[in-house]
């Protein structure tokens, strides 16, 4: 028998769990660390509204809440943003979370409430059905122990029989996360392009709805999935901020949709305009998560808790120290060789590397980019004995070895792409758009992901590899997943989903083998990636100096452990600008530090240098991977940017300063940098000059810091450790 809606919710649970539930209201109170949730079945109207999310409050308290909706007019849709999943159907005229098309054409949808129960101690689930078609729907909630990110996903099903017909996902959302009233709303969120990521943008969310998103079948360089939403008065430390993300790898879109009433709501899901997704009869669908938390105390909170929540249950191995790698390419490019990679390696080694990764050009019918992409054995010119020479000699060294892969892309000038052409994204009677002189395989395809696996696996055993450096070298074109029908663009999505197969099942395959994702660069970064990789390329510009705002914007979201940053070459092969060598090594030490330039041109003063920045590093490491970030000073702030990790335990804490440029107005001093997250009555010391200052002097007055050196790109680290009394 199906539950009514008045049977639907269960009569109550007792407090102190992390989701409280009161029958006779129906009201639902998710509580985390620092906040709660609350919503609403309304018995009634068969709606689910929402009603608080932010400052803690008892389960009594919320049910004497009351709901709001729109005034009554023929005009206005009464419930728009009020609802936790508004569909399309009745007097709505918001975007919906769900939109479906039946087999007859129509898509109004009418819900109505089957069950409200918790799955487990922290996990709600709420399940509603159309009221006369073959549709059901469920609303998941989840809140993990000591965090306040909270997770939500969909799962929809066709209920009907075959002569029901197929039926259409057009949008399927994983949340949607309503606001509370405010007078105005600001917005932040990241921007940029190929090796200019992470621009951090905060403006005023106007009246009407404002999309960012992906149809790049990738998340993409110019936008990250996730977004912010504070009053406008929220700063670095202080303030009520919220923020909503998406654990997708695919095309995504963050919908804000702000009424002329105040009432505002945040959509979040996987695909864009045009994905569809097809249900036959007795299929489910089941949406990516979406992550969302708020907190009371600002940018630097918020950041520091989705860094938590990502290392202790997204990361597959938070706990391991990401070792310092050095990679070839910006030495070698294409021409690679076993006799010059060994000797980049011995240098390499000689400066502390842990890691050497050898990059493009290595395998058949690799001569430059418009070739052998596909043909993934042993270049026999360049490597006549295969990988296993260069592997053995690398592990002799004592680092691992690493190899440069690019699974999911072929040129048309390859031996795989003769004799499978059908298995790239393609319409038929289209000619194939090349970008990089690449075209993408469909991952969607199960066929093409067992060849993916075959060859994958028999490489890392052959060659011994112990870490894949994944990339993705360009965007979608032609995803009508060959000529459209009803498959249309289910590649926007699908194709992320293979990915996330083959990697799955890579790592079951190969417990001790490490993956760095990239995709250019930062073009495929995202919660869904961490949760099968180990860290990732933040961008193919490796210039010390753009790297701090490339840095800034993924801190927002992104811990420093899977931040990979490296030291490359000056002048800069991108931009052409020079930096000093300390400089180089203190802004890729805000992340995972990695080697990149041509090291046989390096002098012996230089290797010998960064030989002692590397030893630095690693012994700072702990503090930086693994404690929490404070952005003490932002790029464009000042003449400065100041970056503060606090070690796990307390006991030690890292400052680097890094200046860009100077001018006779600012002088050469760099003010005091006032600490955070330190213990006020506890003493701290210079582990370098041995100075000490209580943690209240360090918060209040700040921390002296040195004069920096004369000139553009100078830069300091500083150490400090708790004096234990």
Not at 35 to 64: F, N
Not at 83 to 105: H, I, Q
Not at 417 to 427: A, E, G, K, S, T
Request: proline share 6%.
């Amino acid at each position: 028998m199906t539950p009514s809606p008045t049977d639907a919710v269960p009569a109550h649970t007792g407090p102190g769990r992390p989701i409280e539930i009161d029958g006779p209201s129906g009201t639902v109170l998710i509580r985390t660390p620092h906040s709660v949730y609350v919503l609403r079945v309304d018995r009634a109207s068969a709606l689910v509204r929402h009603i608080h999310w932010g400052a803690p409050l008892p389960l009594a308290d919320a049910v004497a809440l009351p709901t709001w909706e729109e005034h009554d007019d023929s005009f206005a849709g009464r419930w728009d943003g009020t609802e936790e999943f508004p569909v399309e159907g009745g007097a709505r005229f918001g975007a919906p979370a769900l939109e479906v098309r039946f087999a007859d054409g129509s898509n109004h949808l009418e819900a109505e409430v089957e069950e409200v129960a918790l799955a487990a101690d922290d996990h709600l689930v709420i399940r509603l059905r159309d009221r006369a078609r073959p549709l059901s729907w469920q609303l998941h909630y989840r809140v993990r122990p000591d965090t306040d990110v909270l997770e939500r996903w969909t799962e929809v099903t066709h209920t009907g029989a075959a002569d029901d017909g197929d039926i259409r996902l057009l949008r399927c959302s994983s949340a949607n996360w309503p606001m509370p009233l405010a007078p105005s709303w600001r917005l932040s969120s990241v921007h940029g392009g190929w090796a200019a990521e992470g621009s951090l943008e905060r403006a005023p969310l106007p009246v009407g709805e404002t999309i960012l998103g992906s149809r790049r079948g990738h998340t993409g360089h110019h936008a990250n999935p996730w977004a912010a939403l504070d009053c406008g008065d929220a700063g670095e430390e202080h303030g009520d901020v919220k923020v909503m993300a998406l654990a997708a790898s695919g095309s995504w879109r963050i919908t804000a949709q702000r009424t002329a009433a105040g009432r505002t709501a945040v959509l979040v899901g996987e695909g864009h305009e045009g994905t569809e997704l097809c249900l036959a009869p007795g299929d489910s669908h089941r949406t990516p998560v979406s992550l969302a938390l708020h907190t009371a105390h600002g940018f630097g909170a918020a950041s520091r808790a989705f860094h938590a929540y990502l290392r202790a249950h997204v990361l597959p191995r938070p706990r391991e120290l990401r070792p310092v790698l050095y990679n070839s390419w910006e030495a070698t490019s294409f021409e690679v060789s076993e006799d010059n990679q060994i000797a980049l390696a011995r240098r390499a080694a000689e400066m502390g590397a842990e890691l050497f990764v050898l990059d493009d050009g290595w395998f058949h019918g690799r001569e430059d980019d418009r070739s052998g992409l596909g043909d993934w054995t042993p270049h026999e010119r360049r490597f006549p004995r295969g990988l296993r020479p260069l592997s053995d000699e690398v592990h002799r060294l004592g680092m691992a070895f690493g190899l440069w892969v690019e699974p999911e892309m072929t040129n048309a000038d390859s031996d795989l792409y003769r004799l499978h052409p059908d298995w790239v994204l393609h319409v038929p009677d289209r000619t194939p758009t090349e970008l990089r002189n690449q075209l993408v395989l469909d991952f969607s395809r199960p066929d093409v992901t067992e060849w993916a696996l075959s060859w994958l696996r028999r490489t890392v055993t052959e060659a011994d590899v112990d870490f894949l450096k994944w990339d993705f070298n360009r965007s979608f074109t032609e995803a009508g997943a060959h000529g459209g029908g009803q498959d249309a663009r289910r590649v926007q999505v699908e194709h992320a989903r293979g990915l996330y197969r083959v990697l799955d099942e890579l790592r079951a395959a190969f417990p001790k083998l490490r993956i760095e994702a990239c995709a250019g660069g930062g073009g495929r970064v995202d919660p869904g990636i961490l949760a099968r990789t180990d860290q990732v390329w933040t961008s193919d510009n490796t210039d010390a100096v753009d790297r701090l705002t490339i840095q800034h914007g993924f801190s927002q979201l992104y811990p420093a452990s899977v931040m990979s940053a490296w030291v490359t070459d000056s002048p800069n092969p991108l931009t052409g600008r020079v930096v000093s060598l300390p400089f180089r090594f203190h802004s890729a030490m805000a992340g995972v530090l990695g080697l990149g330039g041509d090291l046989t041109r390096w002098t012996d003063a230089e290797r010998a240098q960064a030989a002692e920045l590397v030893a630095v590093y690693k012994d700072i490491r702990p503090v930086v991977q693994h404690g929490r970030q404070y952005r003490l000073l932002a790029p464009g702030e000042g003449r400065s940017t100041a970056v503060q990790y606090v070690g796990e335990r307390g006991d030690r804490t890292v400052v680097i300063v890094l200046r860009p440029s100077t001018s006779f107005v600012h002088g050469l001093d760099q003010a005091p940098l006032r600490l955070r997250g330190l213990e006020p009555e506890a003493v701290y010391r210079d582990e370098d000059t041995g100075d000490e200052w209580s943690g209240r002097t360090l918060a209040a007055f700040g921390l002296p810091v040195p004069r920096l050196p004369a000139g553009d790109c100078a830069s300091a680290l500083l150490r400090l450790r708790r004096v234990d009394t």
